[in-house]
């Protein structure tokens, strides 16, 4: 045994004096806990809490709100809006006084409890507008003096929101009229900070004659307070008086107060009327602006460096409010002020950054700091707008320096607040987006990923003007202008990964979805699509997984190598469809919709159906539910007759299912699931009315699909040729001259199944598949180590682990390899890789007995009474 450390042994010391230091500890404890007993309540308390249950609704709150406790009475107020719902008029008759009678002597709660609950019984419009202004109004007004702030302004909150459906009659009589009395002098700083509120809502309520006449004395009245906090909150309050007395009286009586206002000795005053100024410029005219406004504003810029950091705060925040507002009015002396005066306030307290331990600074300079944080914080808010202030094409010389400041900014928040600008910095900058792909790469690295979780809102926009120069026509080289991207890119993902932040990594891994627009196909396959599948087999979260999983459809859709697509195939059906995990089978039929969703039919039909429905054996429960609930979409994917083969291997998979499943869970999804498949209707290889927006949106993905098969070959050709690749503006081009259109028009005919004849455009379509087939797929074949994608296709069965040889393969196989991987399927015969030989992959999982082709598919090998009836399922 090793001797005890001394840490340990003193840990284990019971002399005498470490026992009384417990039980010093256990009286302690015992006193902490005796005032919890006391809490307790006695049985002559709680007899006096015990209310009778024969009481109706009504009955109880009376009872409660005349003898209870405040606790009853604040809880019958908080549920006066359901009485008010069951019974308004008994509510209002015997309720209504008892609460009245109890907000004279009620607590703050009570009081703020009160102040909600005729809120909600207004918005739930329980009575009319007239009998709420005769019961409620009353109240409220009454407790608008109430000596405590906070209930008070609880009160005012409900009084404000009372007075936009008040009829003008009930305003002027109960309130107006009263309100001259209240914005006197005599009054308490409250009240007529009241009064000015209460006058800021009332001028839309009533016409300007009238509010020239009755509400704008008062208006200048409160505007020459004593107190400059009635001051302040007046002039805050002359916005909604502008908009309410129009243009020519806001000139003449609202301007001239603002302007004295703007010269108040309180700073929170002249910061109350600069702002008002800001957001009243649309309302004055151009000799206003330059010749009032404009004095103004430049002697508030002036002296806010002198001033509170506040002012600061307000002055960035607004700034590109005001340069909007008075751009066109600038000289270009003026014009470069404003300029430096914002720069200025982008490096505002980065000067004194000395690096010393934030325990040694000063809580007033901590606090200063604080200050100048939030004032680079606007800046990068207002960047945008101060990029239209200097024309785009300035900016490399006026602001690229300042932009480069705020994306390096040492401060997160300021960081944070330029990466969620950073998209409309892009879209205004055009074709000089080029001038910021350092910055893009700099947030990408970023360090904290509430930073990258901002930028990647908008990344897919950013990469697309970043690949295209902000022009709508693709580049030669989408890779040539953004060399770091790519590690960039991979390195956050990495980043996200790492952390905890698992919705970050979510949202990041969906924005991928976008590379293939922006990067090229190899560089996808080779540095994000293993990455992928890495994601999917090891991380712990279910929505980074489906992700993921998405994401890699799109990346394999987007493919432009063949040979890629079907490693890629390979690898999802035997690490994810047969992989020893059910946890990656339960993947892998995630993945299986998405296959749906963004491929063709007939792509799924090849590669996917068979695997997916070789699960309806797998040994977990979980695994065959999810199966039942995917199982009306894989037939969706199946064309009548083409696919009457695959239609009877997914009824014999039900059949099974229903004979054999023992779990009493999938067997109630799977009877429901049978009803579903037996009343869906099968679609026809030609085309059908009631399918026809679906079956022309799946044409368009099989010509699209058909079409990188014919790029390949053309690539291919071409390096033959002279040795260069295609680039990615010629397959664009190809792409779109071949895209059908989402919209036709409606004299547009329809094929019926079985007519001879067929419209010229689809008999052209006929010849450019022969011929993609021909230029594709003519004489090729695969290395043996795709052997395992003829799982999908043909008869070959096993799950014992073989490594065919081309040699080996069957007559059936080396067809469904040399021909095309997205054939368009004939209407007149079942394709050649689907055979009438074929069978389920595997009929169990973890055994090596294969399915005898023959038998696979007999009905005399199944019980006869469980069926499964298919509209449509014979030709």
């Known amino acids: 045994m090793h001797p005890l450390s001394p840490a340990a042994a003193a840990a284990m010391d019971f002399s005498q004096n470490s026992l009384f230091g417990y039980m010093e500890d256990l009286q302690e404890l015992t006193i902490i806990e005796r005032p919890v007993r006391r809490s307790l309540k006695t049985p002559e308390e709680i007899e006096r809490l015990t209310v ?53 002597v009620a607590g703050v709660e009570m009081q703020l409890t009160a102040a909600v609950s005729f809120l909600t019984i207004l918005q739930d419009e329980s009575v009319s507008v007239h009998t709420y202004a005769h019961s409620f109004l009353q109240v409220i007004l009454l407790n608008l003096d109430h000596r405590d702030a906070g209930v008070s302004n609880a009160w005012l909150e409900t009084l404000l929101s009372v007075i936009e459906v008040l009829p003008k009659d009930t305003l002027r009589h109960e309130i107006l009229n009263p309100l001259v009395s209240k914005a006197q002098l005599s009054q308490t700083v409250q009240s007529r900070l009241v009064s000015c509120k209460i006058l800021g809502k009332l001028t839309n309520k009533f016409d300007a004659l009238a509010i020239k006449r009755e509400i704008l004395p008062l208006v200048k009245s409160l505007c020459q307070d004593v107190e400059y906090e009635v001051r302040s909150c007046m002039c805050r309050q002359l916005e909604n008086i502008a908009q309410g007395i129009g243009t020519e009286l806001t000139k003449s009586v609202v301007l001239p107060e603002l302007i004295e206002l703007s010269r108040d000795e309180g ?17 004055f005219d151009t000799d206003d602006r330059s010749q009032t406004i404009l004095p103004v504003v430049k002697s508030f810029c002036e002296k806010s460096f002198k001033a509170d950091e506040s002012i600061l705060i307000s002055l960035s925040f607004h700034l590109g409010k005001l340069c909007h507002g008075l751009y066109g009015i600038f000289t270009p002396d003026q014009h470069l002020r404003f300029l430096e005066f914002y720069k200025k306030l982008c490096t505002l307290g980065l000067q004194q950054e000395n690096g010393h331990n934030e325990n040694q600074i000063p809580p007033q300079i901590l606090e200063q700091e604080k200050k100048y944080i939030s004032v680079r914080k606007n800046c990068a808010y207002n960047f945008p707008a101060m990029i239209v202030f200097v024309d785009p094409k300035n900016f490399h010389m006026e602001l690229y320096s300042t932009f480069f400041c705020l994306c390096h900014d040492p401060e997160v928040p300021v960081r944070y607040t330029i990466a969620i600008c950073f998209y409309e910095v892009s879209k205004l900058l055009n074709s000089g987006v080029y001038l910021i792909h350092k910055e893009l790469i700099t947030l990408l690295q970023d360090e904290s990923l509430e930073v990258l979780d901002a930028l990647i809102d908008h990344l897919p926009e950013i990469l697309e003007l970043m690949s295209t120069g902000g022009e709508s026509s693709v580049q030669e080289n989408k890779l040539s202008s953004l060399p770091d991207l790519v590690p960039a890119l991979t390195a956050a993902e990495q980043r996200a990964a790492a952390s905890l932040k698992w919705r970050t ?70 690490q994810l469809g047969q992989g020893k995990s059910y946890w990656n089978r339960l993947r892998f039929l995630d993945t299986c919709e998405f296959i749906i969703e963004i491929f063709s039919k007939s792509f799924f039909c090849k590669y996917f159906f068979l695997p997916a429905i070789e699960l309806t054996h797998d040994p ?169 994608l003829d799982k999908c296709t043909t008869s070959k069965s096993s799950t014992a682990a073989y490594t065919p040889s081309v040699s080996g393969l069957s007559k059936t196989s080396m067809i469904s390899l040399t021909d095309d991987s997205f054939r368009t399927r004939n209407t007149n015969s079942a394709p050649s890789s689907f055979s009438s030989n074929t069978s389920l992959p595997s009929t169990s999982r973890g055994t090596g007995n294969s399915v005898d082709p023959k038998s696979s598919g007999s009905k005399d090998t199944q019980p006869r009474k469980a069926t499964l009836k298919s509209r449509k399922s014979n030709p």
């Open 52 to 104: 009778d249950e024969d009481l109706s609704d009504i009955e109880r709150a009376v009872y409660l709100l005349s003898a209870g406790q405040d606790i009853q009475g604040t809880s019958v107020i908080a549920n006066l809006p359901l009485l008010m719902r069951q019974n308004p008029a008994e509510t209002l008759r015997r309720v209504l006084p008892k609460v009245r009678d109890a907000l004279h």
């Open 267 to 283: 700073s929170s005053v002249r910061l109350a009327a600069f702002e008002t100024l800001v957001n009243l410029l649309d309302i």
């Open 505 to 574: 990594h979510e949202k990041l891994l969906q924005k991928y979805a976008c590379l293939p627009q922006v990067i090229s196909s190899d560089q996808i396959y080779y540095r994000f699509l293993q990455r992928m599948f890495t994601i999917m087999m090891t991380n712990n979260v279910l929505p980074v997984q489906k992700a993921a999983s998405r994401t890699l459809c799109i990346f394999l859709r987007y493919n432009r190598k063949q040979e890629q697509r079907h490693e890629v195939i390979q690898k999802l059906i035997e």
């Open 620 to 788: 977990v429960a979980n695994v065959r539910m999810k199966l039942c609930y995917l199982l009306p979409k894989v037939k969706s994917t199946l064309k009548i007759p083409a696919d009457k083969h695959l239609l009877q291997q997914l009824e014999m998979c039900v059949r099974k299912l229903l004979c054999q499943e023992k779990d009493k869970d999938v067997l109630a999804i799977v009877k429901r699931t049978v009803l579903e498949l037996d009343r869906m209707e099968m679609s026809m290889d030609a085309f059908q009315k009631k399918f026809y927006e679906k079956d022309l949106l799946d044409q368009e993905k099989e010509r699209e699909e058909l079409l990188l098969l014919e790029m390949e070959q053309l690539e291919k050709e071409k390096q033959q040729n002279d040795g260069r690749p295609m680039s990615d503006k010629t397959f664009e081009k190809k792409r779109r001259d071949s895209k059908t259109p989402t919209s036709l028009p409606k004299s547009l005919p329809i094929p019926v199944p079985g007519s001879s004849s067929a419209t010229p455009s689809t008999s052209k379509e006929i010849k450019k598949s022969k011929l993609i087939r021909s230029q594709s797929f003519n004489n090729q074949a695969f290395h043996a180590k795709y052997g395992n």
